[in-house]
């Protein structure tokens, strides 16, 4: 079992940044791929971002290309999601999971957070 705790939400003007992290415990390998997803009010969630721990290999939804980074920190069991130029539509609650596979499906997923509130105000 691994236990997934994200943390670094919060309210920022449109144009801002935050960093989110993901701290794993229990079970953790570093064989697994990590993922950020959101959802925001009355919609499905959505990939944002995923990570293979090993090679540190990255894939990014086309909406946040350019403006996210992931990245991890193997020794930390964490891993981060760097949001610069936030605008309004990426109001959500964002998750981490984890996932034996890279993948862009929630369903590949296994394991998720509690979620963090990402509020971008106009």
């Known amino acids: 079992q691994v236990q997934l705790e994200e943390s670094g939400g919060g309210l920022v003007q449109a144009g801002g940044s935050l960093r989110l992290s993901c701290v794993a415990s229990?079970?953790?390998?570093?064989?697994?791929?990590m993922g950020w997803f959101r959802q925001a009010p009355g919609k499905e969630r959505e990939f944002v971002a995923a990570?293979?721990?090993?090679?540190?290999?990255?894939n990014y939804a086309n909406a946040v290309t350019g403006r996210f980074t992931i990245s991890r920190d193997n020794a930390k069991n964490t891993v981060y999601l760097q949001m610069n130029s936030l605008e309004p539509e990426d109001t959500a609650i964002y998750y981490c999971?984890?996932?034996?596979?890279?993948?862009?499906?929630?369903?590949?997923?296994?394991?998720w957070g509690q979620g963090t509130q990402v509020t971008v105000s106009s």
């Open positions: 990570i293979t721990l090993s090679a540190g290999i990255t």
């Open positions: 999971a984890r996932s034996e596979v890279m993948s862009r499906g929630p369903l590949a997923y296994t394991a």
């Open positions: 229990g079970r953790t390998f570093s064989s697994y791929s």
